[in-house]
């Protein structure tokens, strides 16, 4: 496993390496999604989520000391992992825990609530890979296994895709349709009553443009 995410991460850089600004952006948005939740404190950066969380100044330089922290700690467990990345899944789950953890104590009980929402919305069903979320819907051992389990073999689609051989046009169209195929996957693993929780946990709809967010490979 920890071969087919290296080859994924690998796809990903010649991917956004042929296009640039915000078409790389989506596409590694779109790849974000399709394997880990964008991050609590990633997310506030967005001017859309700021606005609507009612972000104070000070609030808003706590994110971007936050986001710096969480960067520069994820890039010392990839080092360590040398390719291994199943060997830093807890430790990277602790630090993002952590920081999240760090971020709300800065919050206000509307905002926390309301952060806890976009965060779902922003992610959708791969959110369910966040520990909290998964308590909240009572997921169970099994499911948790059908849902790696669903996430692992999407990962070894993403690395079957000729990426250096399409158009930024079509690697977006792909990832669209792995995206939207690997929702519809998670969603059939949860029970009727979980789907709506699920529902009902990302309050009201935001707009929210994830392309806005910087490429971490660059461009």
Not at 17 to 30: E, K, L, R
Not at 70 to 83: H, P, S, Y
Not at 143 to 169: C, G, H, Y
Request: hydrophobic share 45%.
């Amino acid at each position: 496993m920890a071969r087919s995410l290296r080859l994924a991460a690998v796809a990903l850089i010649a991917l956004t390496a042929a296009a640039s600004g915000t078409v790389a952006n989506a596409q590694v948005a779109g790849f974000i999604r399709l394997f880990r939740p964008y991050h609590q404190v990633v997310l506030a950066q967005l001017d859309e989520v700021a606005k609507d969380l009612k972000l104070t100044d000070d609030q808003k330089k706590k994110v971007v000391e936050l986001d710096d922290k969480l960067n520069e700690e994820r890039r010392a467990l990839w080092e360590d992992a040398a390719g291994d990345f199943d060997s830093i899944r807890e430790p990277m789950n602790k630090l993002n825990a952590e920081i999240a953890a760090d971020f709300v104590k800065e919050l206000d009980d509307a905002q926390k609530t309301r952060l806890a929402q976009l965060f779902v919305q922003a992610n959708g069903p791969a959110a369910l890979f966040d520990p909290t979320v998964a308590a909240e819907l009572k997921i169970t051992d099994e499911q948790s296994e059908k849902l790696t389990d669903l996430r692992n073999a999407n990962r070894m689609a993403f690395q079957d895709v000729d990426w250096q051989n399409i158009t930024p046009e079509e690697a977006a169209k792909e990832i669209d349709t792995m995206i939207d195929t690997q929702n519809k996957e998670y969603s059939a693993v949860l029970t009727d009553e979980q789907r709506t929780a699920f529902e009902k946990m990302q309050g009201e709809k935001l707009k929210i443009d994830l392309a806005k967010l910087p490429n971490p490979f660059g461009g």
